[in-house]
């Protein structure tokens, strides 16, 4: 599977954005799908995750960032509300099958920037 992940931009804090991440071929609703974060100087971490309807965030990020995959379309979306400077990033999506314990398969990242 590959993943394409876009969206990303420079945007102002308190701003929105939303990141798309395609997958190259049909993954169902058992796998999951999942946002991660690396900033500048930072380690990679989670952002967010769905799978068959469930979601799991951050505490960073909940209330503000919504993930949501379309039925019977391979995308799965991050909504990201009310953006802070400390969100700045770059963003990657992951899709975990059934019964893994990682992640598998990683797009190639999108760069979030969020000014002051």
């Known amino acids: 599977v590959q993943l394409q992940a876009s969206g990303g931009g420079l945007v102002q804090a308190g701003d929105s954005l939303r990141l798309s991440c395609a997958a190259s071929e049909r993954t169902g609703s058992r796998v999951a799908m999942g946002w991660f974060r690396q900033g500048p100087g930072k380690e990679r971490e989670f952002v967010a995750v769905v799978r068959s309807g469930t979601t799991y965030y951050a505490e960073s990020v909940k209330g503000r960032f919504t993930i949501s995959k379309e039925a019977f379309k391979d995308t799965v979306y991050l909504q990201m509300n009310s953006l802070k400077p400390e969100d700045t990033a770059v963003y990657y999506c992951?899709?975990?099958?059934?019964?893994?314990?990682?992640?598998?398969?990683w797009g190639q990242g999108t760069q979030v920037t969020v000014s002051s």
């Open positions: 992951a899709a975990r099958e059934a019964g893994a314990s990682t992640y598998s398969y």
